[in-house]
């Protein structure tokens, strides 16, 4: 059987699948365009794929229909791809490996191990928005914990200059 292999375009990538449609729908992801959204109201959230908006409402409806079936476990999950990342704590499976000889690292997801290979490269591609601020992060996260170190300044500061507003204009 002959399978057409479909490869990204976008340099760096290396997503290929053996349907067309899938790569229209991953080119999505680098175009920045999310056309299917959200109908409850005010929440906002938009997606590239129908499949990922249909995820997304279940975190409205609380349905979690994927169950680990591990006994005593309990675990349940809004997706498939959730529910075998989980299977993975059970088995031991680490399927991702770092392709640096010497490094030995192995993930159980493969966005962890292109966070991973960050530490290779020492890429940090999310930077502070904060004006004079030359903090970058390798992850997400630790730029989320960054900015509320720049939020926690400025509520600390907000509270001194109202404490002395308070002394210099009683009422």
Known sequence: MLSIVHKC???????TTAQRAHLIAHARTHAGERPYSCKVEGCGYAAAKR???VAHARTHTGERP??????GCGFTATTRSSLLEHS????GERPYSCEVE???YTATQRAHLVVHGRTHTGERP???EVEGCCYTASER???VVHARKHAAI????????LAQSAHTHPS
């Open 102 to 104: 010497g490094c030995g």
């Open 126 to 128: 999310y930077s502070c």
């Open 88 to 91: 993975r704590t059970h088995t």
């Open 66 to 71: 994927y169950s680990c079936e591990k006994e």
């Open 9 to 15: 375009k976008e340099e760096g990538c290396g997503y």
């Open 51 to 53: 499949g990922t908006l």
């Open 154 to 161: 400025a509520l600390s500061a907000m509270r001194g200059a």
């Open 141 to 143: 996260g630790k730029l």
